[in-house]
Every structure is written in C-alpha cells, then in structure tokens.
C-alpha cells in the first residue's frame, strides 16, 4: 500500500519533447508538491497544491505545468525538455499547508529524468 | 549566505560511534526545523522534527539555537543501517509562503563494521 506512488520511475527522453511524470496519494491529504532534485543533491521546491489550487510556483519555468484533477492527483508536464531539466523529481504530500512540525511530507519514490 | 548550510561529510565512522551533524540557517523568522534521512536513490524520510526545547528519540537527539541559528543532530551507537544522507530542513517563511521547506545539500554518513 504505496502512500505516495509516482509513474514512470525513470524517463529518458530526446531535448525538445513533451513529458508528463504522475503522482498519486492515498493518505487522503490535502496539500502535495513537486520538488527537484538536482545532480548537485540540492531539493527545491518547484510548486504546491492546496485543495487543487496552485500555492506555489518558485521560478520555475513555465514549460514546467502542475495539473491536478483530484486533490488524490498532482501530475507534472514539461514542455520543450532541455538537458538541465535532468534530474529526479519527486512528489510529496502532507495533510495541510504550512510547515508546522505536526505536518510531515511524505515523499513519493522519485523520477528519475534523463534529457539526452 | 546560503539558506541552509551543512557539512556534505562524509563523515565515515565505526558501528558503535557517537557522531554529530551541524546545520545553519539564514532566515530568522524560520519557525520549524526537521531532520530529514535519505537513503541512497530513495526519497527523503522524516527523521524528526526539532523542537525549541530540544528533543530526543531513542539514540537521535536534536538541538535547536535560534540566538545562533543553528542546528544539530546526535546520533549514538550507531549501526550500520544509520548510514545515508541526512537533510537539515528549515521553513520559509518569507512572505508568508506557507508550506515552503528549504533543504540543505545533506551530510553523509557512512557507519562501518
């Protein structure tokens, strides 16, 4: 019983294509995120979703578009793929927004995208 | 100054061995601090969240000084299966960016036999 499941969990692709990378939760949660990490290891938030709604969008480019049909769901597409889109990219949820110490994010298993 | 800075180690140290992380942090509004651990190509897990009053699970203490904006975590006897990459993790609260968690780069640790 996968908490926080994301599909695929490696994607190698040429520059220039369009991908989508899915998430799921079933902890019933009301908020979820996508970080990335780079090879670097730095974890950076990329957005966050309350009750579907966009919280936060960190500079990221807009080729990157975090769509949710359901508050079970955050998906994440990227346009136009270049080669320092190279990365893992990891979901999250929690059960409310905010960072308060009773509000732990549980991370999916990543997705590791290689952009040739 | 980077929003959060830890020593990436890695700190390699024998089964058994007291072993201590520091962390520091630049925004002084920040209000939560957490311990995060992340084995090798896996996801992050929380490890703890640091209270002001410092706190402690089993072998793993945390400690917060937010005079000095700093954090630490000590583990003790440790095992084999303590070794992985742990995340020092503090909130934003700039602008009232609920929900923001800031990652330092991690510090690794390698328990050896």
């Known amino acids: 019983d996968t908490a926080v499941s994301q599909t695929p969990k490696y994607l190698v692709t040429q520059m220039g294509n369009d991908k989508s990378i899915k998430c799921e939760q079933n902890l019933g949660h009301d908020t979820m995120y996508w970080y990335k990490q780079d090879s670097k290891k730095f974890l950076k938030i990329m957005f966050s979703y309350n009750n579907k709604e966009l919280i936060i969008n960190e500079t990221v480019p807009n080729r990157f578009s975090p769509k949710s049909p359901d508050k079970a769901h955050l998906n994440l597409h990227i346009n136009s793929l270049e080669l320092g889109d190279s990365a893992v990219y990891f979901c999250a949820s929690s059960q409310a927004l905010g960072t308060s110490p009773y509000n732990e994010q549980f991370f999916g298993p990543g997705t590791r995208l290689t952009v040739l | 100054r980077k929003e959060v800075e830890q020593d990436p180690g890695p700190f390699n140290v024998p089964e058994g061995a007291t072993v201590a992380f520091n962390c520091t942090y630049s925004?002084?509004?920040?209000?939560?601090f957490f311990w995060y651990r992340q084995d090798c190509r896996k996801e992050p897990k929380l490890l703890m969240s640091?209270?002001?009053s410092g706190n402690e699970d089993g072998r793993f203490t945390a400690q917060l000084n937010r005079a000095s904006q700093y954090i630490s975590l000590l583990i003790r006897d440790s095992k084999l299966s303590d070794s992985a990459t742990y995340l020092c993790v503090v909130n934003n609260d700039y602008g009232g960016s609920q929900g923001n968690l800031i990652f330092g780069k991690g510090t690794k640790l390698s328990v050896k036999p």
């Open positions: 925004n002084s509004a920040s209000q939560s």
């Open positions: 640091v209270y002001s």
